[in-house]
T-cell receptor, first 119, second 113 residues
Framework: GAVVSQHPSWVICKSGTSVKIECRSLDFQATTMFWYRQFPKQSLMLMATSNEGSKATYEQGVEKDKFLINHASLTLSTLTVTSAHPEDSSFYIC???????????????FGDGTRLSIL | GESVGLHLPTLSVQEGDNSIINCAYS??????FIWYKQESGKGPQFIID?????DKRQGQRVTVLLNKTVKHLSLQIAATQPGDSAVYFCAESMNSGYSTLTFGKGTMLLVSP
C-alpha cells in the first residue's frame, strides 16, 4: 500500500520550454502533497506544499511563478517548471501522506523522482 | 569505518555485520521521526518511524533509537546485506507528523560481500 507514482521519470528539453511533472497517489487519498528538489549527493530540500483545492505553500527562496503547482484532486498534484533554464536541472521528487484514512503520525511516501535536464 | 566525504558521510561495512547510522536532529519540538532509504536514481523509501514518546522501536532487521536529551537518532541494521547499500536519511516533523519534514544530510552505507 501507499504507492506514489511520479511521471515522467526522466526528461531532457531545451532552455525556455516548460515542463510538467505529475505526482499521483495510487491507493490512497492525499489532501497534501509535497515537492522536493535534490542535488547530487545532497539531501532533499522542500520546495513547496501542495494543498488540494487551494494554493500551494512555497518555501522561502522558491519562486512561485517559476514552479507552478496544481493540486486539483485528492490523488494528483502537478509541478510545472516554467521557462526552464540549465540551472533548473535537478532531481525533483514528490511525496504524499494518507491524510484521509489515517490520523497523525503517518510517514510521507515518495515517488521515484523526475530527472530534469535542461540543455 | 566511517569517513566524511565532500558532501555525504560514508559508512563501509562487511556483509553480515551490524550497521549503525547516526543522526543529530535540530528541533527539540519535533515529535515524529522517520528513517528513509534512498537507492541511486530513486525516491526515498520508508524504513521505520518512531514517535517522541518512545525511545526504541524495532522492525524487521532494523531498530531505531531515539535520545531526546541529546537530540540524537540512530538506525541499527542487523546482518547487513549488499542490498542494504544506499543513502539513509533521517527526517523529523512536528505536530504529530502533520508538519513538513526536515531531512538530515544523509549517510551512504556501502556493504561489501
Amino acid at each position: 500500500g501507499a504507492v506514489v507514482s511520479q511521471h515522467p521519470s526522466w526528461v531532457i528539453c531545451k532552455s525556455g520550454t516548460s515542463v510538467k511533472i505529475e505526482c499521483r497517489s495510487l491507493d490512497f487519498q492525499a489532501t497534501t502533497m509535497f515537492w522536493y528538489r535534490q542535488f547530487p549527493k545532497q539531501s532533499l530540500m522542500l520546495m513547496a506544499t501542495s494543498n488540494e483545492g487551494s494554493k500551494a505553500t512555497y518555501e522561502q527562496g522558491v519562486e512561485k511563478d517559476k514552479f507552478l503547482i496544481n493540486h486539483a484532486s485528492l490523488t494528483l498534484s502537478t509541478l510545472t517548471v516554467t521557462s526552464a533554464h540549465p540551472e533548473d536541472s535537478s532531481f525533483y521528487i514528490c511525496s504524499a501522506r494518507d491524510s484521509i484514512r489515517a490520523p497523525g503520525f503517518q510517514p510521507q511516501h515518495f515517488g521515484d523522482g523526475t530527472r530534469l535536464s535542461i540543455l | 569505518g566511517e569517513s566524511v566525504g565532500l558532501h555525504l558521510p560514508t559508512l563501509s561495512v562487511q556483509e553480515g555485520d551490524n550497521s549503525i547510522i547516526n543522526c543529530a536532529y535540530s528541533n527539540s519540538a519535533s515529535d515524529y521521526f522517520i528513517w528513509y532509504k534512498q537507492e541511486s536514481g530513486k525516491g526515498p523509501q520508508f524504513i521505520i518511524d518512531i514517535r517522541s514518546n518512545m525511545d526504541k522501536r524495532q522492525g524487521q532487521r532494523v531498530t531505531v533509537l531515539l535520545n531526546k536529551t541529546v537530540k540524537h537518532l540512530s538506525l541499527q541494521i542487523a546482518a547487513t546485506q549488499p542490498g542494504d547499500s544506499a543513502v539513509y536519511f533521517c527526517a523529523e516533523s512536528m505536530n504529530s507528523g502533520y508538519s513538513t519534514l526536515t531531512f538530515g544530510k544523509g549517510t551512504m552505507l556501502l556493504v561489501s560481500p
